[in-house]
């Protein structure tokens, strides 16, 4: 059985017993999380329900792992002969989630 969940604007892939990394969220390790942003439910055998926009009285539940800091993004613009060259850069923080149930 798989999910496929909304978070963040972006679309993860989840199973029972995965851990996954989505946007940070204001949680502290150990709690326990419920994702009612549900697309798509692949079950055994090969049956899907599929959500417009989410798939009716789904949800994944899951455990807070913690946080951690994705890689260094680096920004650099320059203009060419006019002397100008700047770098900026970010780390974005991330939740790790550990999926313990997908319900239908």
Do not use: N, W
Not at 41 to 63: I, Q
Request: charged share 30%; hydrophobic share 35%; aromatic share 6%.
């Amino acid at each position: 059985m798989f999910a496929i969940i909304q978070s963040g604007g972006r679309q993860v892939k989840v199973t029972p017993g995965s851990v996954v990394t989505v946007d940070h969220f204001e949680s502290t390790p150990g709690d326990q999380v419920t994702i009612e942003q549900v697309l798509l439910v692949g079950k055994d055998g090969g049956e899907c329900l599929a959500g417009s926009p989410f798939v009716a009285g789904a949800r994944v539940v899951g455990v807070v792992d913690g946080d951690v800091r994705g890689d260094k993004i680096r920004v650099f613009k320059k203009k060419r002969r006019k002397q100008y060259r700047r770098t900026k850069g970010h780390r974005s923080t991330y939740t790790r989630v550990q999926v313990k149930d997908i319900l239908v």
